[in-house]
């Protein structure tokens, strides 16, 4: 089993993100990367590299929210709520385990889907440009990005803003509701000039994140699709708790934090 060790928890509580690697199950991520290519456009073939560039034309362009291509990004949902992929990300045991050792075991709501499979087509011959960071919009307490293939650097990784979750959690009137205080945009445009830090890697890793951290999907500039399942994991509680305003101690409700607080070991 994986697990998360002391100092694991003491990184995410400082940073707002971790990542740990080698963790998804092989023979899941393939039968992932198998499916994502039966969703895709007629003329873009896994076996052929130089149909993976981007972006879409206006023809491979789909509105439909369930496999939305647009530009350079693909985010094929339609097989989120498959057991097995439920299985390759949010329910599996290392995944699920290192979940509850922060969240508290006992504590998450049973997952019905992930979100999809989420990607970036590599951008070909373009000038490299600046990024700058959000916070998601809806209430959740606690990201997992898992990697189902190799995201080389500069390949369109989970980009974070480490320990801006310490200033965007008080920019909300509510703990885990969509609304921003004034702030909010002030601090973003601040944190945002500010560099971001990309978590490439290999199939099988998987980057957690608090839900209040500033974030972005990096630009792909290597020549592979950057391919990743993300799931957003929530507390039985939260729609109690929701729309309580933030807390002097942002982490009154993460139990495995409070631990670490408490002196456990």
């Not at 690697?21 to 073939?45: I, S, T």
């Not at 097995?84 to 329910?91: K, P």
């Not at 990201?143 to 500069?154: H, L, S, T």
Request: proline letters at 7%; aromatic letters at 12%.
């Amino acid at each position: 089993m994986v697990e998360l060790t002391r100092k694991d928890i003491e990184f995410f509580k400082t940073e707002g993100y971790l990542v740990k690697r080698n963790v998804l199950d092989p023979e899941l991520m393939e039968r992932a990367r198998a499916k994502l290519w039966e969703g895709a456009p007629e003329g873009r073939k896994r076996e052929d590299p130089e149909t993976w560039i981007g972006p879409f034309t206006s023809e491979e362009e789909n509105v439909d929210k369930n496999n939305n291509r647009r530009g350079f990004r693909w985010n094929f949902r339609e097989p989120g709520g498959e057991k097995w992929m439920v299985q390759l990300l949010a329910t599996d045991p290392n995944v699920w385990g290192m979940a509850e050792q922060l969240l508290g075991e006992g504590n998450l709501v049973q997952p019905e889907r992930v979100r999809g499979i989420y990607c970036t087509l590599p951008y070909g011959d373009v000038p490299k440009k600046s990024i700058g960071c959000h916070v998601d919009a809806h209430p959740f307490h606690l990201g997992a990005v898992g990697y189902i293939d190799d995201v080389p650097p500069e390949g369109g990784g989970f980009t974070v803003w480490p320990g801006s979750h310490q200033v965007f959690y008080y920019d909300y009137h509510s703990q885990y509701k969509n609304e921003p205080t004034p702030q909010y945009d002030v601090d973003r445009e601040r944190i945002s000039r500010g560099p971001g830090i990309e978590c490439y890697g290999n199939a099988g890793d998987v980057v957690f994140w608090h839900h209040r951290i500033g974030h972005a999907a990096g630009h792909n500039y290597s020549q592979q699709i950057r391919q990743a399942v993300l799931y957003d994991f929530r507390k039985t509680e939260l729609e109690r708790t929701q729309e309580e305003p933030p807390n002097e101690d942002m982490w009154r409700d993460w139990p495995g934090i409070k631990a670490l607080e408490n002196g456990a070991s």
